[in-house]
T-cell receptor
Framework: ETGVTQTPRHLVMGMTNKKSLKCEQHLGHNAMYWYKQSAKKPLELMFVYNFKEQTENNSVPSRFSPECPNSSHLFLHLHTLQPEDSALYLC?????????????FGQGTRLTVV | EDKVVQSPLSLVVHEGDTVTLNCSYE??????LLWYKQEKKAPTFLFML????IEKKSGRLSSILDKKELFSILNITATQTGDSAVYLCAVQGAQKLVFGQGTRLTINP
């Protein structure tokens, strides 16, 4: 266990559905991240939150909507997704952005859009 | 644009062999280089390197950074089947961690 918990672990949704991914960390970290990992592609950074403020949005389509109510929780709200959005979505946390410490990852949510 | 390139993309060796994985990078405001091992889902942290020429070691794994030539290597000696995984290299710039494509390492018994 890394101290970062993601739920659900697997999700199958239709293109018209709305769902949310949840990430929780109790490591006392102030930065949280969403990454997308598609087959045969590098981990792609989607969003960065530092002290609950969004500091990075890596040109992510608006059908992905992040929410960070506090430093321990991060959500990714999904609506009207496309089949090409099927991927492993990983949450990570670190002490703060740009810090000298490593990021810890959750187990990920395997998302399939049908 | 920040960039991290790993090589080889895939490597198959026999148990007991020694392997060297490569990571080269271009990033503004370099802070650190990190190696992760990803077996099923969550990448797990291996090493963080910030200074050139200082080897980090953990059991059969070791890594070193060359900030002048902008690369790092990860060595695994006396490989075991449990070392089979994707090894990810990531570089931390001013605000974000940029990952390479990963090297898929397969250790055959």
């Amino acid at each position: 266990e890394t101290g970062v918990t993601q739920t659900p672990r697997h999700l199958v949704m239709g293109m018209t559905n709305k769902k949310s991914l949840k990430c929780e960390q109790h490591l006392g970290h102030n930065a949280m991240y969403w990454y997308k990992q598609s087959a045969k592609k590098p981990l792609e950074l989607m969003f960065v939150y530092n002290f609950k403020e969004q500091t990075e949005n890596n040109s992510v389509p608006s059908r992905f909507s992040p929410e960070c109510p506090n430093s321990s929780h991060l959500f990714l709200h999904l609506h009207t997704l496309q089949p090409e959005d099927s991927a492993l979505y990983l949450c990570a946390s670190s002490q703060e952005t740009g810090s000298w410490t490593e990021a810890f990852f959750g187990q990920g949510t395997r998302l399939t859009v049908v | 644009e920040d960039k991290v390139v790993q090589s080889p993309l895939s490597l198959v060796v026999h148990e007991g062999d020694t392997v060297t994985l490569n990571c080269s990078y271009e990033v503004t405001n370099f802070r650190s280089l990190l190696w992760y091992k990803q077996e099923k889902k969550a990448p797990t942290f291996l090493f963080m390197l910030t200074s050139s020429g200082i080897e980090k070691k953990s059991g059969r794994l070791s890594s070193i950074l060359d900030k002048k030539e902008l690369f790092s290597i990860l060595n695994i000696t006396a490989t075991q089947t449990g070392d089979s995984a994707v090894y990810l290299c990531a570089v931390q710039g001013a605000q974000k961690l940029v990952f390479g494509q990963g090297t898929r390492l397969t250790i055959n018994p």
